[in-house]
Antibody, heavy 119, light 110 residues
Framework: QVQLQESGPGLVKPSETLSLTCAVSGYSISSGYYWGWIRQPPGKGLEWIGSIYHSGSTYYNPSLKSRVTISVDTSKNQFSLKLSSVTAADTAVYYC????????????WGQGTLVTVSS | EIVLTQSPGTLSLSPGERATLSCRASQSVSSSYLAWYQQKPGQAPRLLIYGASSRATGIPDRFSGSGSGTDFTLTISRLEPEDFAVYYCQQYGSSPPGLTFGGGTKVEIK
């Protein structure tokens, strides 16, 4: 059974960098598929942040591209998100996920982690 | 960038009734690239439908998807108590590669 687990600080100060890691179990990232980050502000809808292919190719939401970096560590079977210069608008539940197929459907999600941006 | 508009925003129905949810795209979308998810409070979304009409593993057959071009529909034939949730459509765009979600439809108990 594939499982994803997000980890990282739950509170980040404005202007600083949000950093999260997603540990994957039950499947080797180096075997394939795309691995992504999606966020959901409290009470609102879903927003795709970006994704990385197992080979390291990255794809970012154009609206966030200038602030986002996604990387993969196949030796630890995990991938990471960095979002710089955060503001209160970046407060959200952050999900990591696996997506596949020609339509990038998301078949496995992490449980999500709430990150609050506040001083 | 393709924008997905879901309607209605909220659907108030009783158990046993039929639910019809709409997802309209601002430009034509390949059916292969359209998916639907269900999200319950405090939980991650769950994949229901992919390729516009294919049910994901373990999804009951009361859930069905249809549509093409710019208009897609998720139908729940007979609502069960566990179906009251928020539903999102999602499309994949290839130029550049990325995902877009609709704003969601909440199906609530009437």
């Amino acid at each position: 059974q594939v499982q994803l687990q997000e980890s990282g600080p739950g509170l980040v100060k404005p202007s600083e960098t949000l950093s999260l890691t997603c540990a994957v179990s039950g499947y080797s990232i180096s075997s394939g598929y795309y691995w992504g980050w999606i966020r959901q502000p409290p009470g609102k809808g879903l927003e795709w942040i970006g994704s990385i292919y197992h080979s390291g190719s990255t794809y970012y939401n154009p609206s966030l591209k200038s602030r986002v970096t996604i990387s993969v560590d196949t030796s630890k079977n995990q991938f990471s998100l960095k979002l710089s210069s955060v503001t209160a608008a970046d407060t959200a539940v952050y999900y990591c996920a696996r997506h596949l197929g020609s339509g990038w459907r998301i078949d496995y999600w992490g449980q999500g982690t709430l990150v609050t941006v506040s001083s | 960038e393709i924008v997905l508009t879901q309607s209605p925003g909220t659907l108030s129905l009783s158990p046993g009734e039929r639910a019809t949810l709409s997802c309209r795209a601002s430009q034509s979308v390949s059916s292969s690239y359209l998916a639907w998810y269900q999200q319950k409070p405090g939980q991650a979304p769950r994949l229901l439908i992919y390729g516009a009409s294919s049910r994901a593993t373990g999804i009951p057959d009361r859930f069905s998807g249809s549509g093409s071009g710019t208009d897609f529909t998720l139908t729940i034939s007979r609502l069960e108590p566990e179906d009251f949730a928020v539903y999102y459509c999602q499309q994949y765009g290839s130029s550049p590669p990325g995902l877009t979600f609709g704003g969601g439809t909440k199906v609530e108990i009437k």
